[in-house]
């Protein structure tokens, strides 16, 4: 009789099947965030590059894509900004659901 009101564990976090579930969200979510910050670095790097190094190999190139080229390559900045934004972006993902998984403090 005494068994029956003996204390159940005291659960902390969510359950195991709802902590699978955040973490493949979270890791396509990161892995996406990262590949997009990875993106716009190149994006940065490739447009002030591209036409000479198409013209250094003799490569032809049409002038409206020469234009859109320095354009874009103007704008280095802005896709710099945008690789640390999502770089930053996987970072604050991984932090929270870090403190979702771990539960609530038992302060």
């Known amino acids: 009789m005494t068994?029956?009101?003996?204390?159940?564990?005291?659960?902390?976090?969510?359950?195991?099947v709802t902590a699978l579930v955040i973490?493949?969200?979270?890791?396509v979510s990161v892995f996406t965030l990262i590949m997009a910050g990875?993106?716009?670095i190149g994006l940065a790097?490739?447009?002030p590059i591209a036409v000479p190094v198409a013209e250094a190999y003799h490569v032809p190139i049409s002038p409206a894509d020469a234009v859109i080229a320095e354009r874009f390559a103007g704008l280095w900045w802005a896709f710099l900004?945008?690789?640390v934004a999502a770089f930053s972006?996987?970072?604050?993902?991984?932090?929270?659901v870090a403190d979702i998984l771990s539960g609530p403090s038992r302060d």
Request: hydrophobic residues 55%.
């Open 38 to 40: 990875i993106t716009f």
């Open 45 to 47: 790097i490739a447009f």
């Open 81 to 83: 900004a945008l690789a």
């Open 3 to 16: 068994a029956s009101f003996a204390p159940k564990p005291e659960r902390h976090g969510p359950s195991p």
């Open 23 to 27: 973490g493949a969200v979270t890791t």
């Open 89 to 96: 972006a996987a970072a604050i993902v991984t932090v929270k």
